[in-house]
Nanobody, 126 residues
Framework: QVQLVESGGGLVQPGGSLRLSCAAP????????IGWFRQAPGKEREGVSR????????YYANSVKGRFTISRDNAKNTVYLQMNSLKPEDTAVYYC???????????????????WGQGTQVTVSS
């Protein structure tokens, strides 16, 4: 069983940046598609970004396109989410997740992902 661990969240001003990390001690994330989701209070969990396990292809929700970048560092067994130009509406708990099978849906669905981290809080406020 794979357990993911997120880190890097915190409080940041609008327009600022954060880099989130997703790691899985004792497991190779190379095997998995990795998705980033977020959930704000009172809202459903939302797919933010995804990176493939093969060719490194990426997906971004329209709300973060051009501001967020997902990447892998296989040597560090870590997936990153670089978040720039942060807005108050980006405030949420951010989760990384991995599916056993590669999702086929274009839209990121939480029920397609099997392994999850505990989440890291991102708060964008002045």
């Amino acid at each position: 069983q794979v357990q993911l661990v997120e880190s890097g969240g915190g409080l940041v001003q609008p327009g600022g940046s954060l880099r989130l990390s997703c790691a899985a001690p004792g497991f190779n994330l190379d095997y998995y598609v990795i998705g980033w989701f977020r959930q704000a209070p009172g809202k459903e969990r939302e797919g933010v970004s995804r990176i493939s396990s093969s060719d490194g292809s990426t997906y971004y929700a329209n709300s973060v396109k051009g501001r967020f970048t997902i990447s892998r560092d296989n040597a560090k067994n870590t997936v990153y989410l670089q978040m720039n130009s942060l807005k108050p509406e980006d405030t949420a708990v951010y989760y990384c997740a991995a599916p056993i099978l590669t999702p086929r849906s274009l839209k990121m669905r939480p029920d397609e992902y099997d392994y999850w981290g505990q989440g890291t809080q991102v708060t964008v406020s002045s």
